[in-house]
């Protein structure tokens, strides 16, 4: 066992404050790696404010991490010492259900185990990235590309997958038409996924304050959804729409967005019940969809994506004892695109 200083959350609404974490010994199989930077998800504050449910505390989240293997198990074979690596949203999963086999590990059919706020199988807590060192499986370990600097490779486990996942699926690229709706920390990934994929991308945000972005970032439109003409001028126009906010949405009026065959999926997760009329999806044959995270392997071709393609997460990096201050400005969506924790402040 090791002792690693940590952020952690010691009950539900309550401010993170340093505290330390025990991390197992170092089994056959793991990778013990230094984490060097971490970046803060929105499903972060869900979970520590309980908005998705009972939740375990003392919490330490994070689950977009990134930095160096210091030590590595007899058995393992992927990663030495000194490789960069990152880790994301899941450290286990059950390794025989059809989805885990199909690596689709993000689907197990058990459940994965989730880098905080789950129990893993050894019975204790699992403790995310907010801290010093961390102790992972090395089949849920990536590697990251020397193309990407590690600050910026953080937020690609989990805002970077989370995009290219159903970008890939839905197949977009070249003579396809893609709207973003929202411009934040998972909805500027998902713009420069599908500009680097040849896609024609739109943004659809609430205002233009920040469109110089979105086009600087690969956007070939930009409108504003409070603008009245907006639904109606865009019509029929996209085969794919991800939508990556959380707050509810008018989804009648964005299913009417869509193509013949469009798909409208769903990458934020609100605190509150949707509503949804079937009549709005009636007629184009329109689905509506969701999508979570990417498994291991198609993480890794993601981040080698990323660096073919010179993507990388644009972030705003903060000490640790800014960490309560991020939240608050993510909430109030004051931030250009993801914050990220330099650990060394630790």
């Known amino acids: 066992m090791t002792t690693v200083a940590a952020y ?14 025990e991390r197992r010994a170092v089994g056959e199989n793991d990778v013990l790696i230094d984490i060097a930077f971490v970046g803060i998800c929105h ?3 869900h979970q520590v404010r309980e908005g998705w449910g009972k939740a375990i505390f003392p919490m330490v989240p994070g689950h977009e991490i990134a930095g160096v293997v210091s030590r590595v198990g007899a058995g393992v074979t992927r990663f030495e010492v000194g490789d960069r690596v990152g880790v994301g949203c899941m450290v286990d ?9 199909a690596g689709l590990e993000q689907y197990c059919a058990q459940g994965p185990v989730w880098t905080y706020n789950a129990v893993g199988k050894d019975g204790r807590p699992t403790d995310g990235g907010y801290s010093q060192k961390i102790v992972v499986d090395e089949n849920y370990v990536v590697r990251i590309p020397q193309a990407l600097s590690l600050d910026v490779a953080a937020p690609l486990l989990c805002a970077g997958i989370t ?11 070249p003579g396809k038409k893609v709207a973003v709706v929202g411009l934040g920390g998972l909805g500027h990934m998902a713009v420069k996924i599908a500009h ?4 024609e991308v739109t943004v659809l945000s609430q205002t233009l304050s920040k469109k110089d972005d979105g086009l600087r970032m690969g956007a070939d439109r930009y409108y504003a959804t409070s603008a009245p003409a907006t639904f109606e001028d865009l019509a029929g126009s996209f085969d794919l729409i991800l939508n990556t906010v959380s707050a509810p949405l008018d989804f009648a009026a964005y299913f009417s967005l869509l193509r013949t065959d469009g798909a409208m999926v769903n990458l934020g997760l609100p605190e509150e019940a949707a509503q949804l009329e079937l ?32 993507v990388a997460a644009e972030i705003e990096l903060i000490g640790a004892d800014g960490i309560n201050e991020a939240y608050e400005r993510v909430l109030a969506s004051d931030v250009r695109y993801r914050f990220v924790i330099d650990v060394a402040t630790m």
Request: glycine content about 10%.
């Open 8 to 21: 952690a959350a010691p009950a539900a609404k309550a401010p993170l404050e340093r505290t330390t974490v």
């Open 163 to 173: 995009t290219y996942s159903p970008l890939r699926h839905w197949n977009a690229g």
């Open 196 to 199: 680097a994929l040849g896609a």
């Open 93 to 101: 999963s059950c390794r025989a259900c059809e989805n885990c086999r």
């Open 279 to 310: 009549q709005s999806l009636f007629g184009g044959r329109r689905s509506m969809s969701s999508s979570g995270i990417g498994g291991i392997a198609e993480t890794q071709e993601m981040l080698d994506f990323c660096a073919d393609h010179a």
């Open 43 to 45: 499903s972060d504050i």
